[in-house]
């Protein structure tokens, strides 16, 4: 009667994992206080040369990407300081979440915290992806048609849904529980009921937001390979795509690489129904929280300007092309000649349209 009725009382986000828990060798507060503290000083770097970059540039495609890197990198920073702080303070002070927490409150939060940082890289990342393929392949439209402002309402959008998502627990699908060793709190993967609904949700909406931004990704590329022997008064402006494309690249392998395997195994574990293992859940996880950290370091070192201090000798430009072997160069001249010549009549005719000048006579 005793044990019926704790069990009716037992809040629902203690039912299947409750306090206190035999501690892990491998959980330790020096463990998490680096990474967040890691984590924490490379956002910080990156925001405020992000903020000077910004400040300097003349180019909208670049400023379009840069505040989607803002967007990137203040989710980041704010996901390591909320999460990691209240997992470095259950590591030093070992609170008992049963007395502090009775109601959960803390346990959905953090929950929440956990998907909508989660989902928010992926999707700003896909985000990110959609802008170029419009910036790199219909360079006049996206150029006259898209404001900053709907730049940063896309960004607002992002976070939007992934908050959205993040609330649906609350309503009945899925549910936040406590998870072992006791240090945080994240959505139940189950085959059961709505928590096979919600697991499949974060898991395969993470897995095609990647999808999505290769594609993208691979499109954006072969559309610069194609002009990539292009000279004149837009050198300037395709070196800073290519810039760009790569530091999207990277992101992209950064999150793929992060986000995969945690990805891949809540699909495997409630597709197959078997039990959850708490070892690969951990470990998975850490490898996601990897992506917060790295995903800062791609624009704070991979920029044409801190890659000419590494390397002064050589020649980081688009130029560079023209120093090839001739049989290459005349075997990529040949290939880009067609897409090269497309591309200057569209910038050529948008020169007209913005000069309002009628098209010269044959």
Same mark, same amino acid.
């Given at each position: 009667m005793n044990a019926s009725s704790f069990a009716n009382n037992t809040p629902l986000c203690y039912s299947i994992n409750s306090p206190p828990f035999k501690p892990i060798p491998n959980a330790s507060a020096y463990f998490s206080s680096i990474f967040s503290a890691l984590g924490l000083t490379s956002n910080f770097i990156a925001f405020v040369v992000l903020l000077k !970059?910004?400040?300097?540039?003349?180019?909208?495609?670049?400023?379009?990407?840069?505040?989607? +890197?803002?967007?990137?990198v203040v989710t980041d920073f704010m996901?390591?300081?909320?999460?990691?702080?209240?997992v470095v @303070?259950?590591?030093?002070?070992?609170?008992?979440?049963?007395?502090?927490?009775?109601?959960?409150h803390l346990c959905n939060f953090m929950g929440m915290s956990m998907v909508f940082y989660g989902l928010c890289?992926?999707?700003?990342?896909?985000?990110?992806?959609?802008?170029?393929?419009i910036g790199i392949n219909h360079p006049f439209a996206h150029s006259s048609s898209m404001p900053k402002s709907r730049t940063v309402f896309m960004v607002l959008m992002v976070w939007?849904?992934?908050?959205?998502?993040?609330?649906?627990?609350l309503t009945g699908i899925g549910s936040y529980h406590m998870q072992i060793p006791g240090s945080w709190c994240f959505f139940n993967i189950s085959s059961k009921g709505n928590d096979f609904a919600f697991s499949l949700i974060f898991s395969l909406l993470g897995l095609m937001s990647i999808t999505v931004s290769f594609l993208l990704n691979t499109v954006s590329i072969v559309t610069l390979i194609k002009v990539c022997c292009g000279q004149g008064k837009n050198q300037r402006r395709r070196d800073h795509e290519i810039e760009m494309m790569v530091q999207l690249i990277l992101i992209m392998v950064i999150a793929s690489n992060c986000w995969c395997p945690l990805l891949v195994f809540i699909a495997q574990t409630v597709l197959s129904g078997g039990p959850l293992q708490i070892k690969y859940l951990l470990l998975w996880l850490r490898f996601a929280t990897f992506n917060q950290i790295l995903d800062p370091w791609?624009?704070? +070192?991979?920029?044409? !300007?801190?890659?000419?201090?590494?390397?002064?000798?050589?020649d980081w430009s688009r130029s560079s092309i023209m120093s090839l072997p001739p049989s290459f160069g005349n075997t990529v001249r040949r290939f880009t000649r067609s897409s090269l010549? @497309?591309?200057?009549?569209?910038?050529?005719?948008g020169d007209r349209r913005k000069s309002n000048l009628p098209p010269p006579s044959p």
């Open positions: !970059s910004f400040q300097r540039t003349h180019s909208r495609s670049r400023s379009f990407f840069m505040i989607f +890197l803002g967007g990137l996901g390591l300081l909320v999460t990691g702080s209240i @303070s259950y590591h030093v002070t070992h609170f008992n979440w049963r007395n502090l927490d009775p109601n959960c890289p992926l999707m700003l990342g896909t985000a990110m992806a959609i802008e170029r393929f939007l849904i992934a908050g959205c998502i993040a609330l649906l627990p791609v624009y704070i +070192l991979f920029r044409r !300007s801190m890659l000419k201090r590494v390397a002064p000798r050589l010549l @497309s591309t200057m009549s569209q910038e050529t005719a």
